[in-house]
């Protein structure tokens, strides 16, 4: 389960909980000064498998899967959707960010991280769906679990997510959970469909699944 930022004494930090330290949003940024640490979209997608594959032998010819929760989730489907399934075999997310280009969370983060305003596009799940319209869906289903009464209801917006993948032709699967918030108790009701989900799709043994938190 990977950290979601870089942390240390010489990391750029702020006072707003969703943005610096805690809150990279899986992106690697292009403008000073989070661009020298702010790097994590490498560090999952290439040091982190590196790292697996040579010490622990698994994970290779694309065996993997990835998972999140919160801006972890936004970081599990975008890297799926760019990466696509020659990467990664299967992808879920537990109340994820979906559309961050157009909530305030995540236009606060990307108008710092990032120079231009196209990157942010580019780390958007939404938007990432919505380019497929055209192409065939890279996965046979994309597993998202929400639950009703999250309190961030407003700046996840699953419902944009859903229209775009309806749009594109990818099958998503968004589980509304009745009564459920955003928290980890949420989490612990619900991780083991998927695991479950994951694991129906990697059967075989050298394989592994990240997950984003």
């Given at each position: 389960m990977p950290d979601t930022s870089p942390r240390g004494p010489n990391v750029p930090d702020t006072d707003v909980y969703h943005m610096g330290t805690g809150a990279s949003f899986y992106i690697n940024a292009t403008a000073s000064p989070y661009d020298e640490h702010y790097q994590m979209y490498d560090y999952i997608t290439?040091?982190?498998p590196s790292i697996i594959e040579n010490s622990f032998n698994i994970g290779?010819?694309?065996?993997?899967?990835?998972?999140?929760?919160?801006?972890?989730?936004?970081?599990?489907?975008v890297i799926a959707l760019r990466q696509g399934n020659s990467s990664w075999k299967s992808v879920s997310a537990l109340a994820p960010i979906c559309n961050p280009t157009k909530c305030s969370f995540g236009k606060t983060a990307f108008d710092n991280y990032f120079m231009f305003p196209e990157e942010g596009k580019m780390n958007d799940a939404t938007c990432l769906l919505e380019a497929l319209v055209d192409h065939p869906a890279p996965f046979d289903d994309i597993l998202i679990d929400q639950g009703t009464v999250d309190p961030f209801l407003e700046e996840l917006k699953p419902?944009?997510?859903?229209?775009?993948?309806?749009?594109?032709?990818?099958?998503?699967?968004?589980?509304?959970?009745?009564g459920f918030d955003h928290s980890y108790?949420?989490?612990?009701?619900?991780?083991?469909?998927?695991?479950?989900?994951?694991?129906?799709?990697?059967?075989?043994?050298?394989?592994?699944?990240?997950?984003?938190w």
């Open positions: 290439k040091e982190l290779k010819n694309g065996l993997k899967s990835i998972c999140g929760h919160n801006m972890g989730g936004h970081g599990a489907l419902d944009a997510i859903i229209k775009a993948a309806d749009k594109s032709g990818q099958k998503l699967t968004l589980n509304k959970r009745e108790f949420f989490v612990a009701n619900f991780i083991e469909d998927h695991v479950n989900f994951h694991a129906d799709r990697l059967n075989a043994k050298d394989s592994f699944s990240y997950s984003c």
